[in-house]
């Protein structure tokens, strides 16, 4: 399995240009990161008064950092070097908790000896 840490993944359409690269299906993860009783008091005071939102600010970039992170696993697991079009779906606090669906295209770089066993360049 690739290392995780080292998946690409880039927002764009099209994956780097210096090197030809073999695209792949869609790759889709869900995460839900609960949040507690006490943060969600605070914040319905919060958004009862008015102001930032802290502790959900937070929250949702915590469910963020893991949908990126639990992304990257995945595309590993799959064989890919990275991923194009990543987007992000519907990033909600929900009650208890925060949902987001992150999705892309995996992409493979293709190495020079398949390219030569293919009759191509890299």
């Given at each position: 399995?690739?290392?995780?840490?080292?998946?690409?993944?880039?927002?764009?359409?099209?994956?780097?240009?210096?090197?030809?690269?073999?695209?792949?299906?869609?790759?889709?993860?869900?995460?839900?990161?609960?949040?507690?009783?006490?943060?969600?008091?605070?914040?319905?005071?919060?958004?009862?008064?008015?102001?930032?939102m802290v502790r959900y600010e937070t929250l949702l970039e915590t469910t963020l950092q893991r949908g990126f992170a639990r992304l990257r696993e995945e595309l590993a697991a799959r064989g890919y070097d990275g991923a194009v079009g990543v987007r992000l779906a519907h990033p909600d606090i929900v009650a208890g908790g925060a949902e987001l669906v992150v999705y892309a295209t995996g992409f493979r770089f293709r190495d020079a000896e398949a390219a030569q066993a293919q009759g191509t360049d890299v």
């Open positions: 399995m690739k290392d995780p840490e080292s998946m690409i993944l880039i927002s764009i359409e099209t994956p780097p240009a210096d090197r030809e690269v073999e695209m792949g299906e869609l790759v889709c993860v869900a995460v839900v990161q609960a949040s507690n009783v006490i943060r969600d008091v605070r914040e319905m005071i919060t958004n009862a008064l008015g102001g930032r």
